[in-house]
């Protein structure tokens, strides 16, 4: 069973940056894609980025392509997503998640983080 820790989250003012950080335990993280996926209150969960087990594939939604990246280390068994240039329309919370095969689709996944609160706002 994969255990998902995310941090990182917070409060930032429009234009700000965060780094998300999801801490991967009990299984081979290497053997997994990676996915971020957020939550906005009355919205269904959102795809935001995935990246492949060997991180060589990084695949990113459109509304937040250019200015988020993913990340993972697979000696250290972390998946990041580092945020730039933060809009109020990013504000959610952000859920990692990991399955064999990656996916755009939340319901491919079998395996999630409690989530981690990023507020855009002046």
Not at 23 to 29: L, P, R
Not at 41 to 61: D, H, M, Q, T
Not at 110 to 121: D, I, L, M, P
């Amino acid at each position: 069973q994969v255990h998902l820790v995310e941090s990182g989250g917070g409060l930032v003012q429009p234009g700000g940056s965060l780094r998300l950080s999801c801490a991967a335990s009990g299984g081979t993280f290497s053997n997994y894609a990676m996915a971020w996926f957020r939550q906005a209150p009355g919205k269904v969960r959102e795809f935001v980025a995935v990246i492949s087990g060997r991180g060589n594939s990084k695949y990113y939604a459109d509304s937040v392509k250019g200015r988020f990246t993913i990340s993972r280390d697979n000696d250290e068994n972390t998946a990041d997503l580092q945020m730039n240039s933060l809009k109020p329309e990013d504000t959610a919370v952000y859920y990692c998640a990991a399955n064999p095969t990656g996916s755009q689709t939340a319901s491919d996944y079998a395996h999630w983080g409690r989530g981690t609160q990023v507020t855009v706002s002046s």
